[in-house]
């Protein structure tokens, strides 16, 4: 589980994997804040679902790098990076 540290910029990569989401959709003025309310919703769902929020947070952070990598045609290598990201750091802090 990554420290509180490096839980921050997670979550600045997690940012910017829903802002590429958003973007590389046929109407992004909607898809970015639609995208941004749902990662949110989505955090907070975990964080209750899963007893312990650290655990809910890395669940996002995992959630959010899979569906980068899927569903982002040209920058799929961000989705992956922030797999490897949040793995490297989770084992490291």
Not at 19 to 44: I, S
Not at 74 to 81: E, F, H, P, Q, V
Request: some cysteine.
């Amino acid at each position: 589980m990554p420290g509180t540290a490096a839980t921050r910029w997670l979550l600045l990569a997690d940012l910017a994997c829903l802002l590429l989401l958003g973007l590389a959709t046929r109407r992004p003025r909607v898809a970015v804040p639609a995208t941004l309310g749902a990662g949110f919703v989505a955090l907070n769902t975990l964080g209750m679902v899963v007893n312990d929020f650290y655990v809910g947070l890395l669940l996002f952070h995992v959630a959010v790098g899979l569906t980068a990598a899927t569903l982002v045609r040209r920058t799929r290598w961000i989705g992956a990076a922030q797999i490897l990201l949040t793995l490297l750091l989770g084992v490291a802090t």
